[in-house]
């Protein structure tokens, strides 16, 4: 299944085998290319929940930032693909580059790499990648567990359906669901939804 694949754009073995194994723990399926060129027919070819990316993909050119071009299109494409960026050659500058202009979600120094950290980042967000595109103001106001109800509602869910869905009971969820009316400061689906996208 697509969302549950993770694109690993990564040239060195070593990296290539901690990610995958922490990908895998973390219950998604690594994809992985070694190249800028594996990774663009990659991302042709197929949708992902995530991607990591290493900016540097030469083994023997400390300074190749081929990473950085598969970034650019990444955060090019109409569809949205989250992407954590990893280096070993790690400047302000880049990190810059990388968060702001183009889109990282989250930024990875190899020498200061925390494996609980990097499980718990490739988690969130690869499961809030399949969610709609909501607006900064919802993101914002709502918790992680009111967007994913939120993202349901979208779906046209009941509140039966979404208990179902995220294994808890419908009492549950018509809390969940009256929190986001009241912090969207909007009293029934239809506002909501139209709030979500920032249409109201």
């Known amino acids: 299944m697509a969302d549950h694949q993770i694109l690993i754009i990564e040239d060195d073995p070593n990296w290539q085998d901690i990610f995958s194994e922490i990908i895998i723990d973390s219950g998604f399926e690594p994809v992985m290319a070694a190249s800028p060129r594996a990774a663009l027919k990659a991302l042709q070819n197929q949708t992902y929940a995530l991607a990591v990316v290493d900016i540097s993909l030469s083994l023997p050119d ?111 969820i018509k809390k969940h669901v009256q929190s986001i009316f009241t912090k969207l400061n909007v009293d029934n689906r239809a506002a909501a939804v139209a709030r979500a996208f920032g249409r109201d």
């Open 62 to 172: 400390y300074a190749d930032r081929g990473g950085v071009e598969v970034l650019k299109v990444i955060a090019s494409s109409p569809a949205r693909l989250p992407a954590i960026v990893v280096t070993g050659y790690a400047t302000v500058d880049l990190a810059i580059e990388t968060l702001v202009d183009l889109n990282a979600v989250h930024f990875f120094r190899k020498d200061q790499f925390d494996r609980r950290e990097f499980g718990r980042v490739v988690k969130r967000e690869a499961v809030s990648a399949g969610r709609p595109k909501f607006s900064p103001e919802v993101v914002d106001v709502l918790s992680e567990r009111e967007q994913e109800v939120l993202a349901l509602l979208v779906q046209g869910q009941t509140n039966k359906q979404i208990a179902e869905e995220l294994t808890v009971t419908v009492n549950t």
